[in-house]
């Protein structure tokens, strides 16, 4: 695939779409739709060579024989599926930052220790450019109601019998899915 170019289509509140066209080694054209969290996509290395747009925020308990997880409704599916606490990176935050924010605001918990940061990756690659940051470590405090109107949140601690019976009944977020069937086994 050999790049041509980029045309912005609609800019959103939060995402923007875009055009990309390529020509395929056979020598035909080929129109790309994406959304990204970049306004301003100018060429073709701003499509993947960026800072991240948000944090993922993988928590333990202390005995690390709990994870948390919250039950969110997602608008997009319209249902409620299991997900980690994650949002956007705010200007002037570091990933640091925004995961100790994110976890406060969505649970009412302190990120207590960072175990380990994992290396950006990218939130859905089929069909955007937003990266994340994930950050692994544990949690302590006194779990309360999302602070946001905006998202409806049920944050809970869940052991892996817990987790392995939700995994066999309930919608989760690709990530998450896959972090907790490696976890419980």
């Known amino acids: 695939m050999k790049f041509k ?19 395929t080694e056979s020598g035909k054209e080929k129109i790309y ?44 599916v319209g249902k409620w599926v299991y997900n980690f606490p994650a949002g956007l990176i705010d200007e002037g935050e570091d990933f ?19 175990e380990e940061i994992w290396h950006s990756s990218f939130s859905s690659i089929g069909f955007s450019n937003e990266q994340n940051v994930c950050v692994e470590g544990v949690a302590k405090g006194e779990i309360r109601k999302s602070d946001s109107e905006l998202e409806e949140i049920k944050a809970a601690w869940y052991t892996k019998d817990e987790v392995k019976q939700l995994l066999k009944t309930e919608m989760f977020a690709a990530r998450t899915q896959a972090y907790c069937q490696l976890w419980v086994r």
């Open 96 to 114: 640091k930052q925004a995961a100790k924010r994110e976890l406060f605001e969505e649970t009412g918990l302190f990120l207590d220790k960072i």
């Open 5 to 23: 170019g980029l045309e912005k289509i609609l800019e959103g509140s939060f995402i923007t779409r875009y055009n990309l066209t390529y020509e």
């Open 33 to 76: 739709e994406i959304i990204s969290r970049d306004k301003n996509i100018g060429n073709f290395s701003e499509l993947s060579e960026r800072l991240p747009d948000a944090v993922v925020i993988i928590m333990h308990n202390e005995n690390r024989d709990k994870i948390l997880l919250n039950k969110e409704f997602r608008m997009a």
